[in-house]
């Protein structure tokens, strides 16, 4: 705080003239971005807290019995306020923060779990609905009403309402550090992403691919720096480097920035943190009964325990170490028939590999890169939507945003209704967090009125410099078709309570129907509509998508390998002792140790910069959570291709009915089942990835 009285500030955004806080006129009831400012959010949290808090002690000193009514749905009413400027407020956090919303971001994490604190723990509250969950086979609930109960007793119950009062008051001080210590990391790594950039010079482009270039430039534009090009820390930037420089200084240069993320010994250092948050998850799963935090995680979601998840990433670690192995003699032969007098490096692998798949396969992602606009993948996607659900887009110019390059689409059901808004964030800028996720300004329900989702899309797409169109690679136009899958899963939500609604399902189910949709995207037929050269206007040619689609598989032993070493980590870090976790490089060389972890391959994400498990604990001891989906869409695509036609509409509706629409009001896997008559087999996977036949390893 500043020498500023502090009520000052408060008493002049709060009241009528802050727009959190008024009834909007914007089309659709969306969010007026352009009224919104920082000094918004503490008054505009301060009065949500007071509203849901009171409606909770409604509920909790409401005198009549407990019933479905009185407390279950009454409890998805609470809190509307609150889920709006959380929503508003997360969404620019992420995508488009500045110093004053990052400063505010550490005061109102710490604020929202001194606030859920009491309300998980309010043992009168647990009581009543605890009453009816005992009860709940004789209340004449629907099935999604039983679901609802369940979810909420699980909820409250794995929160700790039902400890003694000591270990609440310890849960409620480990809740509020915790929340404390996932901003500090995730702004630590912002810091690091924002201030690292290589600038090249005009000798430092050798190999480089033009769009590359021209997006160097866009970057550095970006970052006021005119006429330069820079190479930054988002992972598209990195990769492509990496593949494609032929200085092996400067490939050297940017591997090592991209891995420390997060471990530079600087200010924005997250060892420390992870030390203290692995202690605290551990503490708190102990306080509710639960050996480690992992064993807790694990309980509520498909995969049930910690052994299972493992059981499939060791499953499918072996092919791919074996073939990762064999792919790195190859490459190292490949620098010596090129008479490099080197071992191959972490930061040569890209390269030699993109080499090496231009040799065998007769292929390189720049070769494609022409073909792939973002223009037209978007309307790719959106073409995939219209033939299997029906639906169809139009932009929209009038709908208020964050940020001049965010586009909005109105979503129309195939009976031409109005089914949600669209927004796509999809470029790259310093004011973004690294990496691409779905997420809602608003989500479906039909609780009271028939409430439709606003959906966000956000990537980190390299932007076309001059008036060129944006080109993607292979990795960004997949990830285009993975976000919009999570977007599908929100959009078609069609639940009657908002805490089932779209995404609201368990961790290692929600990458399914993001995953499921990737497959679409690497279709012939789909190529052949949408893959058109950016300048000519040519169709992709037939020669070159049969070399793409024989190249997918290339290399796959090193991408399972990065990505299942990182799962396997994480499970590490959420089983062992944290008390013999005080070095956090040192557990992390140990673990990798352990499981042969190949010296030219790192982690997809080392620990200090593994958002995905210490920003936030959504994916704590949950990061198998995609492999886990993966034996699900790679079995649940085959049944569509079983029938001789990617589109088939029974299939459409049944994934439809069972899997995009239904959200968290069926079980997991009886909802799977339904769709696809029979339990997933995990060999589509390893058919997929090319991984059913081991090499011999050297
Ligand atoms: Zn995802």
Known sequence: ??????????????????????????????APFGEIGPEHFLPAFEQAFIDHAAEVAAITHDPSAPDFANTIIALERSGRLLAKVSAIFYNLVSAHSNPELLEIDKDVSSRLARHWNPIMMNAVLFGRIAQLHE????????????????RTYTRFHRAGAGLDEAAKARMAAINERQAHLGTTFSHHLLRDEQEWFLELGEDDL????????????????????????????SRSSVETFLKSSRRRDLREKVYKAFTARGDNGNANDNNATIVEILALREEAAQLLGYPSFAVYRLEDSMAKTPEAARGLLERVWKPARARALADRDALQGLIAEEGGNFTLASWDWRYYAEKLRQIRADFDDAAIKPYLTLEGMIAAAFDCAHRLFGLSFSERKDIPTWHPDVRVWEVMDAAGKHQALFYGDYFARASKRSGAWMTTLRDQQ??????????????????????????????????????F?????GMLSNVTYPSLSGTSVFTDFVELPSQLYEHWQEQP???????????????????????????????????TIEFVASALMDLEFHSQ???????VGAF???????????????????????????????????????????????????????TGDIFDQQTAKRLHDDIYSSGGSRDPAEAYIAFRGRKPEPEALLRRRGLLETPQAA
């Open 1 to 30: 705080m500043s020498d500023t009285p502090q009520s000052s500030p408060i008493v002049s955004a709060s009241g009528p003239d802050n727009p959190l806080l008024k009834a909007w006129q914007t089309p659709f009831q969306t």
């Open 135 to 150: 009860n709940r086979t004789a209340l004449g609930l629907t099935a999604e009403q039983l679901r609802l109960l369940e």
């Open 206 to 233: 050798d190999g480089l691919p033009d769009s590359f270039i021209a997006a160097a430039r866009a970057a550095a534009e970006e970052r006021v720096l005119p006429g330069k090009a820079i190479v930054t820390t």
């Open 446 to 483: 039909t609780l009271d009125g028939d409430i439709a989702p606003l959906v966000i899309n956000v990537c980190n797409f390299a932007k076309g410099a001059d008036d060129q169109p944006a080109l993607l690679s292979p990795d960004d136009a997949r990830t285009l078709f993975h976000e």
């Open 485 to 489: 899958g999570h977007g599908l899963h």
């Open 525 to 559: 037929q789909v190529l052949r509509q949408f893959a058109k050269h950016y300048q000519t206007g040519e169709p992709l040619p037939d020669d070159l998508l049969e070399r793409f689609l024989a190249a997918r598989q290339f290399n796959q032993g090193f991408a």
């Open 577 to 583: 002792p944290a008390s013999t976790i005080s070095d």
């Open 588 to 642: 992390e060389r140990a673990g990798l140790e352990k499981i042969g972890m190949p010296a030219e391959i790192a982690m997809r994400h080392r620990p200090t910069q593994f958002g995905h498990i210490f920003s936030g604990d959504h994916y704590a001891a949950g990061y198998y959570s995609y492999m886990w989906s993966e034996v699900m869409d790679a079995d649940a695509f085959g049944a569509f291709e079983e």
